[in-house]
Structures are given as C-alpha cells and as structure tokens.
C-alpha cells in the first residue's frame, strides 16, 4: 500500500479498506501474541513491535524499525502517521504473531478504521485496539474492581467497552480491531494485564520505545 501524506487521500484509503473489515471470533487458539507502540523523535518514527508466548505472557522477542515520518498528527488518522514504521516493527519479528494488541483505537473510531482495524487488515492478522483514552462514543463508568466493564456505544451501536483492568484505576477503551471480536478483546486485553493497568506486552512495547528514542537522542 502507498501511504498518503494528506487527508484526502487517506480518507479515500479508509473507505476502501472499511469494506474488509472482519468483527469475528478467533478462529485458532493462540500461541502468541505481540504489543506495538511507536515514540516521535524531530522527522523520524520509531515503530516497536513485542512479542509474548500466551497465555504464560512470556517475552520471546522484539523488533524495532525507525522510518521518516511524512504525515502530521491527526485525530482519527493514526495509523497513517505510525503505521508504517510499526508494520516494518511487526516483520521483523522472527515469528509472526497470531494477534497483535495496539496503544490505539480498533473499531471505536469515526469511521470504524482505528490503527488496530487499519493495519490488522494490511497484515490478515487480528487485532485489538487498547487505548488510554475515548476517541468517540458514550458510556456508563464501570464498576471499580477489575474485570468490570460497560458497552462503548456510537450512534446506536456498541463499538467496543470501557474496561477496568485494575481495581480503582482509570479504564481503557478496547475495541476489537480485525478478525476479532468483542468477547475476544475484553478476554485477552484482561489475560495480559496481570498487574497493571495497561497489559504487558504494550507496556513492554512503549517502555522500548522510549528507551530507544532516548538512546537516539543522546547520540
């Protein structure tokens, strides 16, 4: 795919793709499992890709891949800004993984085409949109003890749950990405988030990052 540098082209990218979009329960067990994340350094992205065995949430491995970056900060257009440097992240893992969990949106996005959605559907892998924050959407706090969630809703439609992952701690906003579903990314988004708030493989993933753009920094 050739990424575009303006808005206009990437809209036209996101209502092509959004017709692939797969909202399906996993069809195989899963083995692996790998969190991304990307960190800004002046003109460069660096794309951080970390892979778990799961459901032991072993480290296998990581890959880094730093690109130019050509397009600006966005809202709602991530995947154009980082993906790139976190697909070549992801192939240079030695094994590719069976699912990838992102810092970002899946279908809880304006127009269904988060980064998870975007690149899940570029590579035919699925995925999980995991982020921080809400993008778009409304929905009733959860309870407080981890586990407990509520539906995301967007215009009449649940588009992902607002999930507490650690007792008392601000929620996260997950989303199912590609070839997953809602059951799926609240299940495994918990399965790796054994003791903290944001599951272990994006926090490996982010820590990796930073740890990288300083190390180019200090150069």
């Not at 992952?165 to 988030?193: E, Q, Y």
Request: glycine letters at 8%; a positive charge.
């Amino acid at each position: 795919m050739r990424w575009p540098r303006d808005i206009k082209g990437a809209m036209k990218i996101q209502k092509i793709l959004r017709k692939k979009i797969e909202i399906i329960p996993l069809r195989e067990p899963l083995e692996t499992i790998a969190g991304v994340d990307a960190a800004f350094l002046s003109d460069l992205v660096i794309g951080v890709a970390c892979l778990y065995a799961y459901p032991e949430l072993t480290f296998k491995e990581e890959a880094i891949s730093v690109t130019k970056q050509f397009f600006p900060y966005v809202p709602g257009f991530l995947s154009f800004r980082e993906g790139r440097a976190i697909i070549r992240a992801i192939r240079g893992l030695k094994k590719r993984p069976d699912l990838i969990i992102f810092d970002g949106q899946g279908i809880a996005h304006p127009t269904r085409m988060g980064i998870a959605t975007h690149i899940g559907i570029l590579l035919g892998i699925p995925t999980i949109g995991c982020a921080k924050s809400r993008l778009i959407g409304e929905y009733e706090e959860p309870a407080q003890k981890k586990g407990s969630w509520s539906y995301l809703w967007h215009k009449g439609k649940i588009i992902g749950v607002v999930l507490r992952t650690k007792d008392r701690v601000r929620p996260l906003f997950v989303s199912p990405g590609h070839r997953t579903n809602l059951k799926n990314s609240i299940d495994i988004t918990l399965a790796c988030a054994k003791k903290y708030r944001v599951p272990e493989p994006l926090r490996r993933a982010d820590f990796v990052s930073k740890e990288f753009k300083r190390l180019l920094s200090a150069g």
